[in-house]
Each structure stands twice: as C-alpha cells, then as structure tokens.
C-alpha cells in the first residue's frame, strides 16, 4: 500500500510511504518493465525508517506546508 499527500498550497502529489514505512529520506529507483511501473528501494532500507499512516500530518516534500496523509486505494477492474 502507498501513502502520499496531494498538497493544496503547491498542487503537488508526493508519495511519502510504503507499507506504513515513511520514504521521504529513502533512495528511490523505478521504472517500467513490460509497460509495468514499479518502485524499487535498497535492501533493508524499509526496516530502518519510522511509520507513516493515513491521517497522519507531515510538512509537504515540495513547500513545507502542512498536509494530510492519505492511502492509495486499489481500482476496481470491471
């Protein structure tokens, strides 16, 4: 499960969370395979970093402001 923040002063979304393991300080990787997106983070490194959950208030990764943390949510295939 993600977790990001669509920010209301700056307009941006940021994906801040993997799993409820906050990744805002975390080295990211991704890319596409086979038209695939995916994310990829180092060995370990998800173990180190603090929770994060939805509801949760955090300064925005792009101005600072405050946002709220929400969670992806999966889309329903008909």
Request: net charge positive; aromatic share 6%.
């Amino acid at each position: 499960m993600l977790q990001f923040v669509s920010c209301k002063s700056c307009h941006g979304s940021y994906m801040v969370g993997i799993m409820g393991k906050d990744v805002r300080k975390t080295k990211l990787s991704g890319g596409k395979y086979e038209n695939t997106p995916y994310v990829a983070v180092g060995d370990g490194e998800l173990d180190q970093n603090l929770t994060i959950k939805e509801g949760d208030r955090i300064p925005c990764p792009g101005c600072g402001r405050t946002c709220t943390v929400e969670e992806a949510k999966p889309i329903d295939k008909k």
